[in-house]
């Protein structure tokens, strides 16, 4: 493929055709000779605007310097004493929207592919050997980290960077929060994700699954025992249409179909025996980063059709680009300004179709966006699975066992916006418990501000 100057230097990437079958990752990243190409197309600018757009600062001129002279090693050591999780952001973080969009070279031409960039970098690890760290000289004190997502192993990976002894807690029996039961291997395959969590636990974090905090384990017992306490569970409660039928056989929450094919390796079928059923057509209702996630998966799972819809327009989708393009490209129908309205389904209580109604576009809501509004006009989907996802909220759990935390009425933890510190004193929160559903590198800048409220706390630097 040529390579232009004024464009990104394209991703190679499985074949569409191929790859709508195959949980494989569709994105391949770059070899050394195109990185460094991609590199030198950064203008090394006196004020780098795209590091400001980046909420855990990466040093991204630095970076794109490095490696365009080739110090891999280096370029990564960089970007790891800010990010723990590299591999990870270079492959799902909305660049577009953030440090990308922010980039002096968009102005007139594509801007820097800085994502492909760190996930080379990250990559180049994986497949040349991990590189060293330094720790300090370890502290006493014990920090506790309730949730192992991006905003969880960032607060520990900093705090163990800073010396102290730091566990974390996960309820569910493999660690990664959304990066493991949500965001499926052809995006972020779990290899990836193992290795990461391995490079933290070599540092000396140390993870325990299987622990409910507010059930297994008290707040109160934790705080008897860890000078601090971060709370990063996420908003992992799914929200429904509430509509008639939703509660037929064949109907998913995203959170349960993705949980099915990613954490209990249903995509692995039938070497791991947990079959998820996509039947012949499965439409999903939503046009997230979820919902795309879901509708492709429904395809890799082997639905002849899969549908989205979408109660306002492509304009209002909040999905990344990169997502959506990949959806269409691997023939993804998407039928805009149409909403369910009904389930229905056959004699043994499968679900059989949807009754969906048209929407127009009103004046705007409280997000901002073009409120969607009923046209009246209706008409019916057949569909053997439907998916809903439509958003989620903070798991209540801690909360309702803890009742001196106070929340927000959506149940968001309410936190000081500079330490995040909540209600409780030495109990601390980011990340999707306390913005609500967000992304990945946004949970990992609140673990990062917490790590630092906590040092300063206990060690008063
Ligand atoms: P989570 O990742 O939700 O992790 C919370 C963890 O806490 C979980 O492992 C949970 O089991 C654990 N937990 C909860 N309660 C307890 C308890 N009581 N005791 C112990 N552990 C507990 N963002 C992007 O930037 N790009 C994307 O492409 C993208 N795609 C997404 C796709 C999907 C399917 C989903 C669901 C989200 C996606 N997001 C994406 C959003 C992003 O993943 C989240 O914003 C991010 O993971 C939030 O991180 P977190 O650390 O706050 O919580
Ligand atoms: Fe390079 Fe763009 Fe950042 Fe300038 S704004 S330093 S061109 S990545």
């Given at each position: 493929?040529?390579?232009?100057?004024?464009?990104?230097?394209?991703?190679?990437?499985?074949?569409?055709?191929?790859?709508?079958?195959?949980?494989?990752?569709?994105?391949?990243?770059?070899?050394?000779?195109?990185?460094?190409?991609?590199?030198?197309?950064?203008?090394?600018?006196?004020?780098?605007?795209?590091?400001?757009?980046?909420?855990?600062?990466?040093?991204?001129?630095?970076?794109?310097?490095?490696?365009?002279?080739?110090?891999?090693?280096?370029?990564?050591?960089?970007?790891?004493?800010?990010?723990?999780?590299?591999?990870?952001?270079?492959?799902?973080?909305?660049?577009?929207?953030?440090?990308?969009?922010?980039?002096?070279?968009?102005?007139?031409?594509?801007?820097?592919?800085?994502?492909?960039?760190?996930?080379?970098?990250?990559?180049?690890?994986?497949?040349?050997?991990?590189?060293?760290?330094?720790?300090?000289?370890?502290?006493?004190?014990?920090?506790?980290?309730?949730?192992?997502?991006?905003?969880?192993?960032?607060?520990?990976?900093?705090?163990?960077?800073?010396?102290?002894?730091?566990?974390?807690?996960?309820?569910?029996?493999?660690?990664?929060?959304?990066?493991?039961?949500?965001?499926?291997?052809?995006?972020?395959?779990?290899?990836?994700?193992?290795?990461?969590?391995?490079?933290?636990?070599?540092?000396?974090?140390?993870?325990?699954?299987?622990?409910?905090?507010?059930?297994?384990?008290?707040?109160?017992?934790?705080?008897?025992?860890?000078?601090?306490?971060?709370?990063?569970?996420?908003?992992?409660?799914?929200?429904?249409?509430?509509i008639p039928g939703?509660?037929?056989?064949?109907?998913?929450?995203?959170?349960?179909?993705?949980?099915?094919?990613?954490?209990?390796?249903?995509?692995?079928?039938?070497?791991?025996?947990?079959?998820?059923?996509?039947?012949?057509?499965?439409?999903?209702?939503?046009?997230?980063?979820?919902?795309?996630?879901?509708?492709?998966?429904?395809?890799?799972?082997?639905?002849?059709?899969?549908?989205?819809?979408?109660?306002?327009?492509?304009?209002?989708?909040?999905?990344?680009?990169?997502?959506?393009?990949?959806?269409?490209?691997?023939?993804?129908?998407?039928?805009?300004?149409?909403?369910?309205i009904r389930v229905y389904?056959?004699?043994?209580?499968?679900?059989?179709?949807i009754e969906?109604?048209?929407?127009?576009?009103?004046?705007?809501?409280?997000?901002?966006?073009?409120?969607?509004?009923?046209?009246?006009?209706?008409?019916?989907?057949?569909?053997?699975?439907?998916?809903?996802?439509?958003?989620?909220?903070?798991?209540?759990?801690?909360?309702?066992?803890?009742?001196?935390?106070?929340?927000?009425?959506?149940?968001?933890?309410?936190?000081?916006?500079?330490?995040?510190?909540?209600?409780?004193?030495?109990?601390?929160?980011?990340?999707?418990?306390?913005?609500?559903?967000?992304?990945?590198?946004?949970?990992?800048?609140?673990?990062?501000?917490?790590?630092?409220?906590?040092?300063?706390?206990?060690?008063?630097?």
């Amino acid at each position: 493929m040529p390579i232009k100057p004024s464009r990104k230097t394209p991703m190679p990437m499985l074949d569409p055709v191929e790859r709508r079958r195959l949980f494989q990752e569709v994105n391949q990243g770059y070899d050394a000779p195109r990185a460094r190409f991609e590199a030198t197309r950064c203008l090394e600018c006196q004020s780098p605007a795209c590091e400001q757009g980046c909420p855990v600062l990466v040093p991204i001129r630095k970076m794109s310097r490095l490696i365009a002279e080739g110090q891999f090693e280096d370029a990564l050591r960089a970007v790891k004493e800010v990010n723990s999780l590299p591999a990870v952001c270079g492959r799902v973080c909305p660049q577009e929207s953030q440090c990308e969009k922010h980039c002096h070279l968009g102005k007139r031409f594509r801007p820097v592919g800085i994502g492909f960039l760190e996930r080379f970098l990250a990559d180049w690890e994986i497949e040349n050997g991990r590189i060293r760290e330094e720790l300090p000289e370890p502290r006493p004190e014990k920090v506790a980290i309730v949730g192992s997502g991006p905003s969880g192993l960032t607060c520990a990976g900093d705090l163990v960077r800073l010396g102290y002894r730091v566990k974390v807690f996960e309820a569910l029996h493999e660690a990664g929060g959304v990066l493991r039961y949500g965001i499926p291997e052809f995006r972020l395959p779990n290899r990836v994700l193992d290795f990461e969590i391995e490079g933290l636990k070599r540092l000396g974090v140390e993870i325990e699954c299987n622990v409910v905090v507010g059930r297994t384990v008290t707040l109160d017992e934790l705080l008897g025992e860890y000078a601090a306490v971060f709370l990063g569970t996420g908003a992992g409660l799914p929200s429904f249409l509430k509509i008639p039928g939703e509660n037929l056989t064949g109907v998913y929450s995203s959170n349960e179909f993705l949980t099915r094919v990613n954490l209990m390796r249903g995509y692995r079928f039938p070497e791991y025996d947990t079959p998820v059923r996509a039947g012949r057509r499965t439409v999903v209702v939503g046009a997230g980063n979820v919902a795309m996630d879901s509708v492709r998966s429904a395809l890799r799972l082997g639905a002849d059709e899969a549908v989205i819809v979408y109660r306002r327009t492509i304009k209002e989708m909040t999905a990344r680009v990169e997502e959506y393009e990949h959806a269409v490209e691997e023939g993804v129908e998407f039928n805009w300004l149409t909403t369910p309205i009904r389930v229905y389904g056959d004699e043994r209580g499968w679900v059989k179709g949807i009754e969906l109604e048209r929407m127009k576009l009103g004046e705007p809501d409280a997000s901002g966006r073009a409120r969607p509004v009923p046209t009246g006009e209706t008409f019916t989907m057949e569909c053997d699975t439907f998916v809903v996802a439509i958003g989620t909220s903070p798991n209540p759990l801690i909360a309702a066992y803890t009742p001196e935390l106070k929340t927000q009425s959506w149940g968001g933890l309410i936190v000081n916006e500079e330490t995040g510190e909540t209600s409780k004193e030495r109990v601390y929160a980011a990340g999707d418990i306390v913005t609500g559903s967000a992304t990945v590198i946004e949970a990992a800048g609140g673990g990062k501000k917490v790590a630092a409220a906590i040092h300063k706390r206990i060690s008063g630097e």
